[in-house]
């Protein structure tokens, strides 16, 4: 589901796999399939820094990791602050909110800010999902103290000027009339409404042209003063600077940082997916192609089934020779790429499959791959099957703690969702720990066991006679998701 992210933020211009707890989250159906690890991968060691932890005076939790040998340092200020606490009516407000952070401050305007970043040769970045926004900087180490306190600056004493919330309207708005020619993206969009419904998680990242012309500054200003605050907040840094001196820094960059929620809005669980058993047709009468999207429920961040069904799901959608895209892509020829993932947030998470295929073929390649699914449900896994799975992951896993990005992005991670210090470092013996029967129970649970939501984004008039059996069918049109 690629258009529900925000893209990161870089410093030169503004403007989003199965889930990992410490990945990406970038999803599309036409992205490559994932490729095989190089051989080596497999026995490269994982490693991870010594992590110290203090307290700012202002409440501020900041977590040290010293690491060289290279003089360079990553910073990472997490906010529980995502779209899920967008006010109603307000879908897309905390990712708007972010964008403009960086448009100026109290002592800097944003020309400022970006010579001050890219002088020094860092890079600065501004991220939003459902749950968190977060703010991040990759700097020389020498640099360390002043980007810190250019993060400070961003989150603490925004000026959100009037000129420049219209044009970051403007450019929204922009943005939602081109999506509305990429197919992959409304097709995404019907499906988090599908999965989702009214839950809080259950809009784009970047709301909706419906709700996004109506943001004033007035609305950027309430959202920073109720949602952005250090109890909310963890900053995470790693490179090669002493954690005393982190310590330190954090204070004078924080140490008066006020504002904000005293704690993290608790988000409910899905209670049921909305349009489980149900298809929503999404009309746009150009496409000679259809967007097909299946999915149901999965589970949340930190979740026990988290490994059995990562090995599950390599082998039935989330690699290149998975069955799904063995099937689908190699005997049948129905498309060129499809792709399964658990999408899992704090409160609770989906299962999904993505593809697409051209119109005649719409109703064989949702069949085959609900057969597909149906298979692994019924009959598990193989043995085979599962050591591969296990090589797959185990091998790319060591690229978690290659740079100090990654592994900055792995202990806020592990921190903020409560998955244990050691996570990166038993990940491969957990996973290597599950056995053909764990997958077998979990692919009972989570492949479909009820009909599933099924999307398809395409001609309504070619494409609805196919559908028939399904479930009901409700038709839309692709305007509807700009």
């Known amino acids: 589901m690629a258009s529900r992210k925000s893209r990161p933020q ?23 399939p994932a490729s095989a690890p190089r051989a080596s991968a497999a026995s490269r060691a994982l490693t991870f820094p010594t992590l110290h932890d203090s307290v700012t005076s202002s409440g501020l939790k900041v977590v040290a990791a010293e690491r060289g040998p290279l003089p360079m340092v ?44 890219e002088f020094v040769g860092a890079s600065l970045g501004v991220g939003v999902g459902e749950d968190n926004l977060s703010v991040a900087i990759t700097t020389p180490a020498e ?24 044009d970051a309207r403007e450019r929204a708005m922009a943005q939602f009339a081109n999506d509305l020619d990429e197919p992959s993206v409304i097709a995404d969009r019907a499906m988090v409404r599908a999965l989702w419904g009214d839950h809080p998680y259950g809009h784009d990242v970047g709301g909706s042209a419906r709700t996004v012309r109506t943001f004033t500054r007035d609305d950027v200003v309430a959202y920073h003063r109720e949602r952005i605050g250090p109890k909310v907040a963890q900053l995470v840094v ?106 899992a947030m704090s409160a609770d998470g ?22 597909e699914i149906s298979k692994m449900r019924d009959g598990g896994i193989k ?21 100090n990005e990654s592994i900055a992005s792995s202990i806020a991670d592990m921190r903020l969702n409560g998955l244990g210090d050691d996570w990166v470092l038993q990940f491969r013996d957990r996973l290597n720990a599950v056995t053909p029967k764990q997958v077998a129970a979990v692919a009972r649970k989570y492949c479909f066991a009820e009909a599933p939501a099924v999307v398809v984004l395409g001609k309504a008039d070619a494409v609805k006679k196919q559908l028939k059996g399904l479930g009901p069918i409700t038709v839309v049109p692709a305007s509807e998701y700009e």
Not at 106 to 114: E, G, Q, S, T
Not at 150 to 156: A, E, F, K, P
């Open 10 to 32: 870089k410093s030169a211009a503004p403007r989003r796999a199965a889930k990992a707890p410490a990945s990406a989250r970038k999803k599309s159906a036409s992205r490559k």
């Open 74 to 117: 990553s910073m990472r200020l997490v906010l529980r602050a995502g779209s899920a606490n967008d006010p109603a009516g307000k879908h897309g407000l905390a990712d708007f909110t972010a964008r403009l952070l960086r448009r100026g401050t109290r002592l800097m305007d944003a020309r400022a800010i970006d010579e001050a970043v």
């Open 143 to 166: 640099h360390f103290a002043q980007m810190l306190g250019i993060i400070g600056q961003l989150v603490r004493e925004p000026t959100f000027p009037e000129s420049e919330v219209d």
């Open 238 to 343: 790693v490179g090669a600077v002493d954690p005393k001196r982190v310590a330190e820094a954090a204070e004078e960059a924080f140490g008066g940082w006020t504002g904000g929620p005293e704690e993290r809005r608790i988000i409910p669980p899905l209670k049921r997916v909305p349009q489980a058993g149900r298809v929503v047709l999404v009309d746009k009468p150009d496409q000679t192609q259809s967007q097909v999207r299946l999915g149901g429920p999965g589970f949340r961040l930190g979740h026990e089934d988290y490994f059995p069904c990562t090995a599950m799901n390599v082998a039935l959608g989330g690699g290149f020779t998975s069955r799904l895209m063995s099937e689908v892509r190699v005997n049948r020829g129905l498309t060129y790429g499809i792709g399964s993932w658990f999408d």
């Open 350 to 371: 989906v299962y999904a499959v993505s593809t697409f295929t051209k119109t005649e073929s719409t109703r064989e390649i949702i069949d085959v791959s609900l057969g």
């Open 383 to 403: 043995p085979g099957e599962l050591r591969d799975a296990q090589a797959y992951m185990g091998g790319l896993y060591p690229l978690r703690t290659e740079t």
